[in-house]
């Protein structure tokens, strides 16, 4: 009913004053044969009706005009002397004054009405675009399809232009012909709030904000004609929100897909692995018996054989120690590994472990310093026995003959931080990250044997945990290795009554 016409809007402020006065001096035509006919009230109503018709049509401003225009022609036309502003009754002005009021009120009344009208149904059709973008961009398979979707909105509903600018590409400076300014799309999306710019025409400056963080920058350039407006705005807004949602979609769908990529290759490599550790590991078994056998006729043997033999076996013996870490490194990377998880005292598996690891130490000294107060821990004690063994190993290894090895313990908030350190040369800042990798070895790999798989045994140990493992090199020099187990909470015992 108070739908705006698309003829009213296309006119100015000027027609629409001199269309309102037509429209009274129409009235007044078509009442003057009528003055002997009707009484003054009824023609005070049909130039309300005029007014009425004006409000509805034209707005408020022409309704006001309109109604004082409606007394000034009643008085002249319609209210004794006749083609005159006189008045010879002075109860005229009661009905001047009244018919004044009643006008302006009806004339702003249906203003009022005619503007929440339109409104409602601008906003109808914004939520109707924004419900038909947000179906496009939820079907939107990479960012190229929704940088077209938004540029076609923004050509639909503000005749203009727009650039999507995701990632490291808002950071980027513009080249000078841009029509946009790339310090300003970098502010933006560093403080997360929208900015207008007005030196080369309306330009806006959206940031993407998504759940997890700032994804981007939306710039917006209106057409010449379209000036931006609250609603506007609000629209923008609503639109650069639904972009942000889409695009971090896109990002996590990418993440997803790069992760199963990662875990089925994962998974074909643990695969080859245990079926060439299997197929290695009985002719190997074979071979370090043949070569343990030549010893027992060692006396029927020159030196020169004797030598051979012993290489034989060394090699073979090294041999099937790898054969073993793939075999073991394959099945904790499948999963197949069940913990056996029990609450006990940390200092237990340190012993135990350092009792193993007897002859690896050589000439190294050895110091262990664990608090008193460290709590029970859940883990399983042969797979952490397994880690501590492989990192005082490592640590013999990699060290001066004579140094110092270190093991020390300390609460670090939800975990506790074990640690082993050594004299060594420490380990390349670069790939201290990379360390825990399967076959990869630090910098000395020249000059020591190894396989570059102990270090990854021991992360797949400490994250079937729920730990963490990271590479230190204090300033002091060496090299530490930390592993984190959570503490949780261990069991509360009750004692027995007596």
Known sequence: MFARSAFADRMSSRQKMVLSVLACVFAAIVASPLRGVLDPANIVMLFLLTVLVVAVSLGRNPAVLAAVLSVLLFDVFFVPPHFSLAVSNLQYLVTFAVMLATALITGHLTATLKEQAADAERREQRTHALYEIASRLAGALNDGQVDEIVSQFVRSEFGGRCRLLLGEVATEVSADNAWYAGELARWVLESGQRQISREEGQVVYLPLKAPMRVRGVLVVQPGEEAALLEGDLALLDALASLVAIA??????????????????????????????????????????????????????????????????????????????????????????????????????????????????????????????????????AVLIERVLCNLVENAAKYSPADGEIRISAALAGAFVDLAVSDEGAGFPVPESGQLFEMFVRGHSESATPGTGLGLAICRAIVDAHGGRMRVESPPSGGGRIVVSLPRGVPPVVEAEVA
């Not at 071979?287 to 051979?308: C, K, W, Y």
């Not at 904790?332 to 690896?360: F, I, N, Y």
């Open 247 to 380: 695009v971090e979609r896109l990002h996590y769908v990418e993440v997803a897909q790069h992760s199963e990529v990662e875990m089925a290759t994962e998974r074909l490599r643990s695969s080859i692995l245990s079926a060439l550790s299997h197929d290695l590991r009985t002719p190997l078994t074979v071979l370090v018996g043949l070569a343990d056998s030549i010893f027992l006729i060692r006396p029927s043997l020159p030196e020169p054989a004797l030598e051979n033999a012993r290489a034989l076996r060394d090699q073979a013996t090294r041999l099937a120690g790898l054969v073993a870490n793939l075999l073991e490194m394959a099945r904790l990377t499948a999963g197949s590994v069940t913990l056996r998880q029990e609450w006990q005292p940390l200092e237990e598996v340190v012993g135990s472990s350092l009792k193993l690891v007897g002859d690896a130490l050589g000439r190294h000294r050895l110091r262990v310093e664990l608090p008193r107060d460290l709590p029970l821990l859940r883990f399983d």
